[in-house]
């Protein structure tokens, strides 16, 4: 996990969940509802204990916020995060009971899958309360599975920040892509279609090998991936793959990937920028996902997510072009960009529906 300093300061609101007979033991955090109900995953993950989970669920509600603000959803930023049981557990039985709590905040906090949960995982939580996402769906609406849709995102991302600050087209260029999961392999598919040469790693030999050999990419260790021969750096893997050591040795000149919380302390932004790499910030890029768990929460159809999505490119566009003229890291630009977004919208409603 990457700690990340708090850059905005609505006092953060929690409820802490505890409920021994099933053993639900965590956290709803809520950052922001000044857009909207507060909306964000749920992670299931061992922690040392209540006040690791605590300081987890805040770090990544806030990153909601920012991220919910600047893709145009009516959302504010929440995440809830359970402690993985010790010993034998019902887990049914554990997220009816966090669906409860959800139920219990009457749509303040709308929740869907994280890191550990899963669609039947959600399924639980929506017999107890609808304000819940990333359930299966239903004919022609939005909902399922995020992943092609967060690589649909970064694919245009990238397309657009290359041509702008490389002044190449994708055909042309080499990407280096760090994780083929979910989105890291819809991504090198869309890049290969497009004529990119690939250099890919994945700490899971099969992942990367059955990859590789479909797309003819170029594998290298783990350790290697981020200072590849490469123009373009994608990390799709876990958060913090941006540190003073990878970027000092970095040789593509662009960063744009899919994983959250990409720079290791928010200096690195600095580093980047004095090398003169472009940075297209994480929580732009990767928005799709979110864009399209909160287009079947609010019954839309999958042409509203197609829409939303296709508005990435544009808005790393703004982004990148607003830092170059004030010579500024792109990654202040995004956030005080998103800060006077949940600003202009006015406070936020509080647990006791009073402004917070
Ligand atoms: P995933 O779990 O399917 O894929 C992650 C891949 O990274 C796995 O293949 C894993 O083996 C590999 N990996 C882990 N550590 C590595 C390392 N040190 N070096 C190289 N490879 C490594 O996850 P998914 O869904 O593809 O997500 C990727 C990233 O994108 C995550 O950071 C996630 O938080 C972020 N993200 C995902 C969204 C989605 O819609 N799935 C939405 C927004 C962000």
């Known amino acids: 996990m990457v700690a990340r300093p708090a850059r905005m300061n609505p006092p953060m609101q929690s409820v802490r969940l505890l409920d021994p007979e099933t053993g639900l033991d965590g956290v709803i955090a809520i950052h922001s509802t000044a857009l909207g109900p507060a909306a964000g995953g749920c992670r299931f993950w061992r922690y040392p204990d209540a006040d690791a989970a605590f300081e987890d669920a805040a770090r ?73 996402a990333g359930l299966d769906p239903s004919e022609d609406q939005a909902g399922g599975d995020p992943s092609p849709w967060t690589a649909a995102g970064v694919f245009d991302a990238m397309r657009t920040a290359a ?45 990367r090998e059955a990859l590789g050999e479909l797309l003819g990419a170029t594998i290298v260790d783990v350790a290697d991936i981020a200072a590849a021969d490469a123009d373009i750096f994608a990390p799709c893997a876990l958060g913090g793959a941006l540190t003073a050591h990878s970027v000092a040795a970095m040789k593509a000149r662009l960063v744009c990937g899919a994983a959250n919380n990409q720079l290791e302390t928010p200096e ?61 890291s792109p990654a202040l630009v995004a956030d005080e960009m998103a800060e006077r977004i949940i600003a202009a919208a006015g406070p936020s409603r509080g647990l006791n529906g009073q402004a917070a």
């Open 60 to 132: 990544l509600a806030e990153g909601m916020s920012y991220k919910n603000a600047l893709a145009g959803l009516p959302f504010g930023g929440g995440k809830a995060v359970l402690r993985y049981p010790e010993g034998e557990f019902d887990r049914g039985a554990l997220f009816r009971a966090f669906g409860r709590a959800v139920e219990g905040l009457n749509g303040l906090y709308v929740t869907a899958e994280d890191v550990g949960t899963s669609v039947a995982d959600m399924q639980e939580v929506a017999t107890m309360t609808r304000h819940v």
């Open 163 to 207: 041509r702008l600050t490389l002044g190449a087209e994708l055909s042309d260029l080499t990407v280096a892509v760090q994780g083929t999961g979910n989105v890291g392999a819809g991504l090198c598919r869309r890049l290969a279609e497009a004529g990119a040469r690939l250099v890919i790693a994945d700490i899971d030999p099969r992942r």
């Open 268 to 328: 690195i932004a600095q580093q980047l920028l004095s090398r003169g790499i472009a940075y297209a910030p994480d929580y732009v890029v990767n928005a799709g996902g979110i864009i399209s768990v909160s287009a079947e929460y609010l019954g839309e159809d999958q042409a509203s997510v197609l829409t939303r999505v296709g508005q990435i490119g544009p808005r790393i566009a703004e982004i990148l072009e607003q830092a170059r003229r004030e010579s500024r």
